[in-house]
Nanobody, 128 residues
Framework: QVQLVESGGGLVEAGGSLRLSCAAS????????VGWFRQAPGKEREFVGA????????YYDDAVKGRFTIFRDNAKNTVYLQMNGLKPEDAAVYYC?????????????????????WGQGAQVTVSS
């Protein structure tokens, strides 16, 4: 059974930092690209960033570029989302997702429908 479990969410003041973790089990983790998405109340889910299978490539939405960093430790089956310089508009439930990218070249997608497995989400709240 595949499981993705996010942790590390919480309440932080604007300008502060949080690190989310996404721990995976039940899959060959290094064969999956991993993406981070977020959804704020009343809004659609949106792409935050993603990392390729071996971590050689990362991709970020313009809204978080330069503030957020994604990295992974395949030995620990974990991907991290380091969030610095948080803004009130970053507040949302953050989800990690895994994409096996069957038949595709290395890389990672920004499209949520490409992803095969999803975590339950972690709440991030940013106070102004």
């Amino acid at each position: 059974q595949v499981q993705l479990v996010e942790s590390g969410g919480g309440l932080v003041e604007a300008g502060g930092s949080l690190r989310l973790s996404c721990a995976a089990s039940g899959l060959s983790f290094s064969t999956f690209a991993v993406g981070w998405f977020r959804q704020a109340p009343g809004k659609e889910r949106e792409f935050v960033g993603a990392i390729s299978r071996l971590g050689s490539d990362t991709y970020y939405d313009d809204a978080v570029k330069g503030r957020f960093t994604i990295f992974r430790d395949n030995a620990k089956n974990t991907v991290y989302l380091q969030m610095n310089g948080l803004k009130p508009e970053d507040a949302a439930v953050y989800y990690c997702a895994a994409d096996q990218r069957r038949g595709l070249a290395d890389g990672a997608s920004s499209m949520d429908y490409e992803y095969d497995y999803w975590g339950q989400g972690a709440q991030v709240t940013v106070s102004s």
